[in-house]
């Protein structure tokens, strides 16, 4: 896995500066609140296609 600094940027135009996966406006905290609800990696990576389970995995990191 790449370091999580690589595939997550924080930029005051895209999502009011919340922290997204890079290149997406998938936010951190919409892969956790879905890690939270009980949702798989795998899961996750379906219902947002752009996602690979490395960038999950950058989230919860």
Known sequence: MNNWQEQI???PKVCHGKP???G????????????????????????????TIDNVRSAIA
Request: with cysteine.
């Open 9 to 11: 940027e924080i930029n």
């Open 24 to 51: 997406t406006r998938i936010m951190v905290s919409v892969i956790l609140d879905n890690l939270a609800e009980g949702l798989t990696l795998e899961e996750i990576v379906e219902d947002y296609p752009p996602l």
């Open 20 to 22: 997204c996966i890079k």
